[in-house]
T-cell receptor, first 112, second 114 residues
Framework: DSGVTQTPKHLITATGQRVTLRCSPR?????VYWYQQSLDQGLQFLIH???????AKGNILERFSAQQFPDLHSELNLSSLELGDSALYFCASSGQGLYGYTFGSGTRLTVV | DQQVKQNSPSLSVQEGRISILNCDYT??????FLWYKKYPAEGPTFLIS?????DKNEDGRFTVFLNKSAKHLSLHIVPSQPGDSAVYFCAALYSGAGSYQLTFGKGTKLSVIP
């Protein structure tokens, strides 16, 4: 157990729908990073939150959004889903700098 | 535009021999490099890292070499064990960006044959 909890583990939904993925960071970690891993691709950085504030954005689609709550858990919202959004979505948390940069086990999203 | 490239999708090695996984990068701003190991149905697990001010870092059976002029790094595993069979990702970051976002390669699947 890495200490980073992602729910749900699996999600199957239809095109056009909206889903929310949840990430609970390790205790004390202020940073949460979201990554997407599509078929045969490396992990692509989506967005970084630090203590409730957006710190950096990667190639995140406008249909996707995220937030980090006061208890430091984070949610990634994916809307108007398309078949191409099927992927593994990972979050990672870290303390100061790179200290303890740890990934969760991911959410597998399947859009049908 | 892929800034971190792992050109070998797969590698098979006999148990006890050396495994060498390679990674190339194009962005000269990258100043920190990491290797992650990933088993199916699990998240990536940190293995070893190296700062751009060094050319070698060793941790037990794992050694990472960095050649800045060639923008190339490699991970050596000696001796290789069956439990090392996994997908290995090379990642890079620019520490001055204000965010430790990682840029990953596509991974190399290592199979260690008993």
């Amino acid at each position: 157990d890495s200490g980073v909890t992602q729910t749900p583990k699996h999600l199957i939904t239809a095109t056009g729908q909206r889903v929310t993925l949840r990430c609970s960071p390790r205790s004390g970690d202020l940073s949460v990073y979201w990554y997407q891993q599509s078929l045969d691709q490396g992990l692509q950085f989506l967005i970084h939150y630090y203590n409730g504030e957006e710190r950096a954005k990667g190639n995140i689609l406008e249909r996707f959004s995220a937030q980090q709550f006061p208890d430091l858990h984070s949610e990634l919202n994916l809307s108007s889903l398309e078949l191409g959004d099927s992927a593994l979505y990972f979050c990672a948390s870290s303390g100061q700098g790179l200290y303890g940069y740890t990934f969760g086990s991911g959410t597998r999203l399947t859009v049908v | 535009d892929q800034q971190v490239k792992q050109n070998s999708p797969s590698l098979s090695v006999q148990e006890g021999r050396i495994s060498i996984l390679n990674c190339d990068y194009t962005n000269s701003m990258f100043d920190y490099f990491l290797w992650y190991k990933k088993y199916p149905a699990e998240g990536p697990t940190f293995l070893i890292s190296i700062s751009s001010i060094k050319d070698k870092n060793e941790d037990g059976r794992f050694t990472v070499f960095l050649n800045k002029s060639a923008k190339h790094l490699s991970l050596h595993i000696v001796p290789s064990q069956p439990g090392d069979s996994a997908v290995y990702f090379c990642a890079a970051l620019y520490s001055g960006a204000g965010s430790y976002q990682l840029t990953f390669g596509k991974g190399t699947k290592l199979s260690v044959i008993p």
